[in-house]
């Protein structure tokens, strides 16, 4: 009996329920993204938290590696041997700077340890000034500032704190928004500030419908964690920004996930 024939006849036989009970049980559908939450807090029940030491942990073992030159990148944690480069915002980046005289400021929100930081930073050095500041959580800013800062790179504990001393040209918010449990209230922050770009990237968009709260749940490969991640609708999105921001650029990033969605970056420049 071939195998189409047999999955046939066990399609026939088993209830549509339990063969859907036997898919989520699934060690591969037990990870991505999961549920559609009322609230923060409801999803934070079901997650570990991002604030979890055990992805600071292996972030930082991560990082330190690529500092020693026994990894080639990071990303999210995981090594790479091989760079995995996000040209759309390398490209902004220099279109930034070309406009600037060659000088460029960035505000890396959510940058971990410099993980874009040291995948660009051969692309951007020949600039006549480049200054890069990245807003983090305490003891990844603490870490930071003692295995990374040095005359370029510079760590902060608030994005308040960062803006008030260094005056960025651009935002870089890269796979962090999704992660905010209040995104629009930091992203009005960000229009109040006037930082004259900002470069959103590897952000969820929702193929159908409003915003959708779910949590992630990482593999076990990665680390072991879970925590409440949002989904956005891409026109509501934009139309916030449309106000005091241009969109000048609209790009895919090669993210994927278990639900109808699209991961997307975004250039807008203020008016």
């Not at 030491?53 to 995981?78: H, P």
Request: hydrophobic share 40%; proline share 4%; charged share 25%.
């Amino acid at each position: 009996m071939n195998r189409i024939l047999l999955k046939s006849i066990v399609k026939d036989v088993i209830p549509p329920a339990f063969i859907k009970i036997f898919q989520m049980l699934r060690p591969s559908s037990r990870y991505g993204f999961h549920g559609n939450f009322e609230s923060w807090e409801k999803a934070k029940k079901h997650a570990s938290g991002y604030e979890d030491l055990r992805v600071f942990e292996k972030v930082k073992q991560a990082c330190l590696a690529v500092k020693d030159s026994s990894a080639v990148f990071e990303r999210d944690s995981v090594l790479f041997d091989n760079p995995q480069y996000r040209w759309p915002v390398l490209s902004a980046l220099l279109l930034i700077a070309s406009r600037q005289d060659n000088r460029l400021n960035v505000l890396d929100f959510g940058g971990s340890l410099g993980s874009s930081y040291c995948t660009l930073k051969r692309f951007l050095m020949h600039l006549m000034e480049l200054q890069w500041n990245i807003v983090e959580q305490s003891h990844f800013v603490e870490f930071g500032k003692e295995n990374f800062e040095d005359n370029i790179l510079k760590f902060y504990h608030s994005f308040q704190e960062c803006v008030k001393k260094t005056r960025p040209d651009v935002i870089l918010c890269s796979t962090v928004i999704q992660y905010l449990e209040n995104p629009y209230a930091f992203l009005t922050e960000v229009l109040e500030a006037k930082i004259k770009y900002v470069i959103i990237d590897r952000t969820p968009f929702l193929k159908n419908g409003n915003d959708r709260l779910t949590v992630q749940k990482v593999p076990p490969n990665i680390y072991n964690a879970s925590y409440p991640a949002w989904f956005f609708n891409r026109d509501n999105f934009c139309a916030f920004f449309k106000v005091k921001y241009s969109l000048v650029a609209e790009f895919e990033a090669e993210d994927s996930c278990n639900i109808p969605a699209t991961f997307k970056g975004f250039l807008f420049e203020r008016r």
